[in-house]
Nanobody
């Protein structure tokens, strides 16, 4: 049974930095690529970025490229989303996903999801 638990979301000001974490159990981190998605109120779930299991190759959405970084921490069995230069439009619930079965950018490609953590960017 895969379990993903996100943490780190909170209220921050525009321009601030924030790191989210996703703790994985049940073998998700050791057997699967993983990804971050986000969903703002009234909008569809949006791909943020992903990281492969072998080689830790990353892929990012254009909206976050150059500002966000995904890192794997195999010792801690976690992945992290390092977010810099945050903007109000980054406000959303951020969720991590595992168990990729298709294109990384499609939410339907991922079989396991965490409950999400709220990030609010506001002055």
């Amino acid at each position: 049974q895969e379990e993903l638990v996100e943490s780190g979301g909170r209220l921050v000001r525009p321009g601030d930095s924030l790191t989210l974490s996703c703790a994985a159990s049940g073998g998700a981190l050791s057997t699967s690529a993983m990804a971050w998605f986000r969903q703002a109120p009234g909008k569809e779930r949006e791909f943020v970025g992903s990281i492969t299991r072998i080689g830790s190759f990353t892929l990012y959405a254009d909206s976050v490229k150059g500002r966000f970084t995904i890192q794997r921490d195999d010792e801690q069995k976690a992945i992290h989303l390092l977010m810099n230069s945050l903007k109000p439009e980054d406000t959303a619930i951020y969720s991590c996903a595992a168990g990729q079965g298709g294109p990384a950018t499609a939410p339907t490609s991922w079989n396991y999801w965490g409950q999400g953590t709220q990030v609010t960017v506001s002055s």
